[in-house]
Protein backbone atom coordinates (compact mmCIF):
# COMPACT_ATOMS: atom_id res chain seq x y z
CA UNK A 1 0.00 0.00 0.00
CA UNK A 2 1.02 3.92 -0.68
CA UNK A 3 -0.28 7.22 0.61
CA UNK A 4 0.40 10.07 -0.89
CA UNK A 5 -0.37 13.75 0.42
CA UNK A 6 -0.11 16.69 -1.66
CA UNK A 7 0.66 20.31 -0.51
CA UNK A 8 1.63 23.75 -1.82
CA UNK A 9 -1.19 24.39 -4.92
CA UNK A 10 -2.77 28.13 -4.65
CA UNK A 11 -2.64 31.10 -7.39
CA UNK A 12 0.39 32.73 -9.07
CA UNK A 13 0.27 35.23 -11.90
CA UNK A 14 0.81 33.98 -15.40
CA UNK A 15 5.16 33.47 -15.81
CA UNK A 16 5.16 32.95 -11.74
CA UNK A 17 6.45 29.49 -10.32
CA UNK A 18 4.80 27.35 -7.26
CA UNK A 19 6.18 24.06 -6.10
CA UNK A 20 4.24 20.99 -5.29
CA UNK A 21 5.49 18.81 -3.02
CA UNK A 22 3.97 15.22 -2.13
CA UNK A 23 4.57 12.77 0.88
CA UNK A 24 5.11 9.72 -0.18
CA UNK A 25 4.27 6.76 2.43
CA UNK A 26 5.53 3.28 0.75
CA UNK A 27 4.42 0.03 3.21
CA UNK A 28 4.49 -2.38 -0.12
CA UNK A 29 7.87 -3.85 -0.86
CA UNK A 30 9.07 -2.69 -4.62
CA UNK A 31 10.16 -0.03 -6.64
CA UNK A 32 8.14 2.87 -6.91
CA UNK A 33 7.30 5.05 -9.67
CA UNK A 34 5.80 8.70 -8.36
CA UNK A 35 4.86 11.18 -10.91
CA UNK A 36 2.32 14.20 -11.14
CA UNK A 37 -1.16 14.42 -13.38
CA UNK A 38 -3.75 16.99 -13.45
CA UNK A 39 -7.48 17.56 -14.96
CA UNK A 40 -9.14 20.67 -15.32
CA UNK A 41 -12.62 20.91 -15.90
CA UNK A 42 -13.98 19.39 -19.12
CA UNK A 43 -10.27 18.11 -20.22
CA UNK A 44 -9.06 14.66 -19.85
CA UNK A 45 -6.81 13.37 -16.87
CA UNK A 46 -3.28 14.67 -18.41
CA UNK A 47 0.27 13.24 -17.00
CA UNK A 48 2.77 16.19 -16.83
CA UNK A 49 6.17 14.28 -14.78
CA UNK A 50 7.24 11.02 -13.53
CA UNK A 51 10.26 9.79 -11.32
CA UNK A 52 11.29 6.52 -10.93
CA UNK A 53 12.47 6.37 -7.29
CA UNK A 54 15.49 4.08 -7.40
CA UNK A 55 17.23 5.51 -9.81
CA UNK A 56 15.80 9.53 -10.15
CA UNK A 57 14.97 8.76 -13.66
CA UNK A 58 12.19 11.49 -15.09
CA UNK A 59 9.88 12.02 -17.64
CA UNK A 60 7.90 14.46 -19.03
CA UNK A 61 5.04 15.31 -21.01
CA UNK A 62 5.95 17.72 -23.66
CA UNK A 63 3.38 20.37 -22.32
CA UNK A 64 5.33 21.10 -19.55
CA UNK A 65 8.98 19.88 -20.40
CA UNK A 66 11.69 22.50 -20.05
CA UNK A 67 9.03 24.23 -17.51
CA UNK A 68 8.36 21.93 -14.49
CA UNK A 69 10.91 19.64 -12.59
CA UNK A 70 10.51 16.54 -10.97
CA UNK A 71 12.60 15.63 -8.10
CA UNK A 72 12.73 13.75 -4.97
CA UNK A 73 14.61 14.82 -1.96
CA UNK A 74 17.47 12.55 -0.49
CA UNK A 75 15.63 9.94 1.99
CA UNK A 76 13.19 9.54 -0.82
CA UNK A 77 10.45 10.44 1.15
CA UNK A 78 9.02 13.71 -0.38
CA UNK A 79 8.13 14.09 -4.54
CA UNK A 80 8.45 17.61 -5.79
CA UNK A 81 6.87 19.51 -8.63
CA UNK A 82 8.65 22.79 -9.28
CA UNK A 83 6.77 24.60 -11.96
CA UNK A 84 8.01 27.67 -13.51
CA UNK A 85 6.88 30.20 -16.64
CA UNK A 86 3.23 29.08 -15.78
CA UNK A 87 1.06 29.75 -18.09
CA UNK A 88 -3.06 30.10 -17.77
CA UNK A 89 -3.33 26.32 -19.43
CA UNK A 90 -1.63 25.07 -16.50
CA UNK A 91 -4.67 25.97 -14.09
CA UNK A 92 -5.68 22.35 -12.99
CA UNK A 93 -6.23 20.14 -10.06
CA UNK A 94 -2.87 18.85 -9.59
CA UNK A 95 -2.81 14.54 -8.09
CA UNK A 96 0.81 12.98 -7.07
CA UNK A 97 -0.05 9.74 -8.07
CA UNK A 98 2.38 6.17 -7.90
CA UNK A 99 2.26 2.62 -8.58
CA UNK A 100 5.22 0.14 -8.54
CA UNK A 101 7.23 -0.99 -11.41
CA UNK A 102 9.89 -3.48 -11.22
CA UNK A 103 11.36 -2.10 -15.41
CA UNK A 104 12.78 1.77 -14.81
CA UNK A 105 11.37 1.80 -18.65
CA UNK A 106 8.03 1.13 -17.53
CA UNK A 107 7.86 4.58 -15.15
CA UNK A 108 6.58 6.98 -17.81
CA UNK A 109 4.51 9.99 -17.76
CA UNK A 110 1.50 8.35 -20.33
CA UNK A 111 1.31 6.22 -17.28
CA UNK A 112 0.78 8.64 -14.48
CA UNK A 113 -3.20 8.99 -14.84
CA UNK A 114 -3.57 5.34 -14.61
CA UNK A 115 -1.71 4.45 -11.68
CA UNK A 116 -2.86 2.96 -8.66
CA UNK A 117 -2.58 5.81 -5.87
CA UNK A 118 -3.63 8.87 -5.83
CA UNK A 119 -3.47 11.61 -3.47
CA UNK A 120 -6.19 14.14 -3.17
CA UNK A 121 -5.16 16.82 -5.01
CA UNK A 122 -4.39 20.44 -4.77
CA UNK A 123 -5.05 23.19 -6.92
CA UNK A 124 -3.43 25.61 -9.31
CA UNK A 125 -4.41 28.77 -10.20
CA UNK A 126 -2.81 30.75 -13.18
CA UNK A 127 -4.23 34.29 -13.99
CA UNK A 128 -3.18 35.71 -16.90
Known amino acids: QVQLQESGGGSVQSGGSLRLSCAVSQYTLGSLCVGWFRQAPGKEREGVAA????????DYSDSVKGRFTISQDNAGNTVYLQMDSLKPEDAAMYYC?????????????????????WGQGTQVTVSA
Open 51 to 58: IYKPNANT
Open 97 to 117: AADLYAIPAACTVVRVREFGY
